[in-house]
């Protein structure tokens, strides 16, 4: 799977290890950054280049990483055709994918550790939208807030 991450200094050494992992499991990967740590950059000069490139299907799913993950959630966002969630366990991480197409992951660096993150990320990345009627009637109403016309 074609996935892309991204993070600013928050979540600079989960992501590190996270990046690892997809690349020992196979996945080609795209890293929007941060490249170093550098204690005063901001999470939405990675993340949007990472939901841009979720949205034109550049690749398939991203993982955002932040101090909390909300600041990565929220930017992400704000890009249409991007549906960011910020997780905490594993329930939501597949039940996002199943029923709301989840396509950015978003994580806390310091709010959780790297076993659960890895968990969280190996979920949603195996988990398949379930394209039930109900779900995408349900997307196509939050599609249309994107435009303005809700």
Known sequence: MRVG????HGGFALKQEI???LKKAGHQITDFGAKELKSDDDYPD????LARSVASGTVDRGIAICGSGVGAAVCANKI????ACLIHDHFSARQGV?????????MGGRTIGPEVAWDLVETFLESVFSGADRHRRRLNKVALLEGGKA
């Open 98 to 106: 199943e029923d709301d197409d989840m396509n950015i992951l978003c």
């Open 19 to 21: 990046l690892t992992r």
């Open 46 to 49: 990675f993340v949007v280049p």
């Open 5 to 8: 991450i991204a993070t600013d």
């Open 80 to 83: 249409p055709g991007t549906r």
